[in-house]
């Protein structure tokens, strides 16, 4: 017998035909999945082309309230000129006697010439230091009671949260 194997051909020879016979199985498998694919996609371009011819002109689903296409529609009326907008300006008056009224039946503020004038801003200072308490608005004072006394400034305290008190402006 000689060297190699299926009848008589050398061994690389029969090698090589097992691969190639595997690599041809390979290849048309490929070829029947594309062509399998091939006829999906043709079989979905048929359907949506029926779908297309019935839901057409002409075809069996054409919607009785549309125009046909031979038929011109009708111009829609022209719309009526939109009426000019009002200016958005706006005058209130407001009514004194009933200002008068509710400030009699509480306290009336302290008269203009009681409350002394605003001093001018002071250049180079910070905004919160120009800061003025509204001299309409006075804080009334809470009572304190034996079970909460007010707190105040004590000598044993030391500095506060924020540091030592400030000075009243002068």
Known sequence: MSKGGYNGAPK?????????????????????????????????????????????AGGEYVPEWRPKPEEEPPAPPEPPAPAPARAGWRVVNKRAERKEKALGKTQRPPSPSSVPPLEPAKPNTPAWTQWRPNPHIAPKPIAGTSAAPLPGPSASAGPGIFGPPTPPPK
């Open 12 to 56: 690389y020879i029969n090698d090589f035909t097992k691969a190639l016979a595997g690599e041809v199985r390979n290849l048309l498998a490929e070829v029947g999945q594309l062509r399998d694919e091939r006829r999906a996609l043709q079989y979905e371009i048929s359907e949506l082309m029926s779908v297309k011819s019935k839901h057409g």
